[in-house]
């Protein structure tokens, strides 16, 4: 793994707030920004959730200061309503929050994590007063709104959703999206391109990277970590585990996160009989959900193709990628936008037997699974945020001191900023998998 690069400040260190209605502990995409900022002598705060009133409110993380404003036991909101007031709480919250620092110290930039994409409107005083904005769309909230209450694309709802996004987007100095496909959409609707920038969920491979395996059971592991949503597909992994339990006997399915969703999905296994073989687990920090990944066989990403997950970005693709575990993922057109069959082994997405096919044959064939992790291993250390942190670095100076974004970083930003692996090593693995 190549080592992190060193960054030195020209003049005073800035001031920079975040604002995210998340867990930071557990964001890795929040956490890579600030810990970046903090680590080149940035002095930077967060105002963050809190998942539990054992929690400080107030701590400091690797140099980062955390203040943990609302709390939230569990993302278990089902009802539009149930969603929707806590987010108007911490907006509220945050917004106050954010004008008695301001005016205590002022920031030079306010970087605002969505969902949702008003809370941008939190950093009012200090725009009002010449901070920049910077709106990060982790997720682009209408589609995903659709996706999770099963609402038309033309409803009003999710028309209104369209202008929030507009107004948000206007609002803010800059934008940044999670991807290349939001990218296109986002600008078509709502901002200019020369407004927005692309950051995928590039890995820190000084926390995401190969480590000593610990396990010493005969197990199969397999595992997926993060929220328990409706196009995350988990009920298809559920529904295939007994067709790999019949080739692999010592198969078990780990799942770690929490959503909506979980409780229907504890049926589920119960109703299959897969409550041994199915479990499930609370979320953890990024630093510790890391070790678990790492003593997986095997990780899935099940994602339906019909919903918003054909376009959602998975981060877990290229942490289990950096750790050296091996990947099956349903064939969404995002993630065969980044990826090919040299470093995944996809399957038809909402198929279980198809599922259940590729974990067996991964995990049954040693060839095929070392070369999977070798091509994915250097796959993930080219796309590593080690290699991208210095495009975020200068998208924040360039903000600050109000001058354009160097060509070279909008290039990479929006159309080459990740180097696809080799087809003539994915016609090879091609050669490894018997159809």
């Given at each position: 793994m190549s080592p992190i690069p060193s960054y030195q400040l020209n003049g005073p260190p800035r001031r920079i707030a975040m604002i995210t209605h998340s867990f930071y502990e557990s964001d890795n995409r929040v956490l890579r920004y600030a810990e970046t900022l903090a680590r080149r002598g940035d002095l930077v705060e967060?105002?963050?959730?809190?998942?539990?009133?054992?929690?400080?409110?107030?701590?400091?993380?690797?140099?980062?200061?955390?203040?943990?404003?609302?709390?939230?036991?569990?993302?278990?909101?089902?009802?539009?309503?149930?969603?929707?007031?806590?987010?108007l709480r911490f907006l509220l919250v945050s917004s106050?929050?954010?004008?008695?620092?301001?005016?205590?110290?002022?920031?030079?930039?306010?970087?605002?994590?969505?969902?949702?994409?008003?809370l941008v409107f939190a950093?009012?005083?200090?725009?009002?007063?010449?901070?920049?904005?910077?709106?990060?769309?982790?997720?682009?909230?209408?589609?995903?709104?659709?996706?999770?209450?099963?609402?038309?694309?033309?409803?009003?709802?999710?028309?209104?959703?369209?202008?929030?996004?507009?107004?948000?987007?206007?609002?803010a100095s800059h934008v940044?999206?999670?991807?290349?496909?939001?990218?296109?959409?986002?600008?078509?609707?709502?901002?200019?391109?020369?407004?927005?920038?692309?950051?995928?969920?590039?890995?820190?491979?000084?926390?995401?990277q190969r480590r000593r395996r610990t396990r010493l059971?005969?197990?199969?592991?397999?595992?997926?970590?993060?929220?328990?949503?409706?196009?995350?597909?988990?009920?298809?992994?559920?529904?295939?585990?007994?067709?790999?339990?019949?080739?692999?006997?010592?198969?078990?399915?780990?799942i770690y996160g929490e959503g909506g969703r979980k409780e229907e999905l504890m049926a589920l296994a119960r109703?299959?009989?897969?409550?041994?073989?199915?479990?499930?687990?609370?979320?953890?920090?990024?630093?510790?959900?890391?070790?678990?990944m790492a003593q997986a066989d095997l990780g899935v990403v099940p994602k339906r193709a019909d919903s918003f997950g054909n376009e959602a970005y998975s981060t877990k693709i290229m942490e289990f990628m950096s750790l050296g575990v091996p990947v099956v993922a349903s064939s969404t057109k995002i993630d065969r936008f980044y990826f090919n069959d040299s470093v995944v082994r996809f399957f038809e997405s909402g198929n279980p037997a198809a599922l259940a096919e590729a974990v067996v044959e991964v995990l049954q064939k040693d060839g095929?699974?070392?070369?999977?992790?070798?091509?994915?291993?250097?796959?993930?250390?080219?796309?590593?945020?080690?290699?991208?942190?210095?495009?975020?670095l200068a998208l924040v100076d360039a903000l600050i001191q109000s001058r354009p974004l160097p060509l070279d970083e909008k290039t990479a930003d929006n159309h080459h900023g990740w180097k696809s692996p080799s087809a003539d090593v994915a016609a090879e693995i091609d050669k490894l998998v018997v159809k």
């Open positions: 967060v105002a963050a959730l809190r998942r539990s009133a054992k929690m400080p409110k107030e701590e400091v993380i690797k140099g980062v200061r955390v203040f943990r404003l609302q709390d939230r036991p569990g993302k278990t909101e089902k009802s539009k309503l149930a969603f929707l007031g806590p987010v106050w929050w954010l004008t008695r620092r301001h005016l205590r110290a002022r920031y030079d930039l306010v970087h605002v994590h969505n969902i949702p994409d008003f950093a009012w005083l200090p725009k009002l007063m010449g901070a920049k904005v910077l709106l990060d769309i982790h997720d682009i909230v209408p589609e995903f709104y659709a996706s999770k209450f099963s609402e038309a694309g033309d409803s009003r709802t999710v028309k209104a959703l369209k202008l929030v996004e507009r107004a948000s987007a206007r609002f940044i999206l999670a991807n290349h496909l939001w990218f296109d959409q986002y600008v078509a609707r709502s901002a200019a391109s020369g407004k927005c920038s692309v950051f995928i969920n590039n890995v820190d491979g000084q926390v995401f059971d005969d197990k199969r592991i397999i595992l997926f970590p993060g929220g328990l949503q409706w196009h995350q597909g988990l009920d298809i992994a559920i529904r295939a585990m007994p067709l790999v339990l019949e080739c692999i006997p010592l198969a078990e399915f780990h109703e299959l009989g897969l409550t041994v073989q199915v479990r499930f687990f609370d979320p953890r920090p990024v630093s510790e959900i890391a070790e678990v095929l699974r070392r070369h999977l992790v070798s091509n994915a291993l250097d796959y993930a250390e080219q796309n590593s945020w080690q290699h991208r942190q210095h495009a975020y």
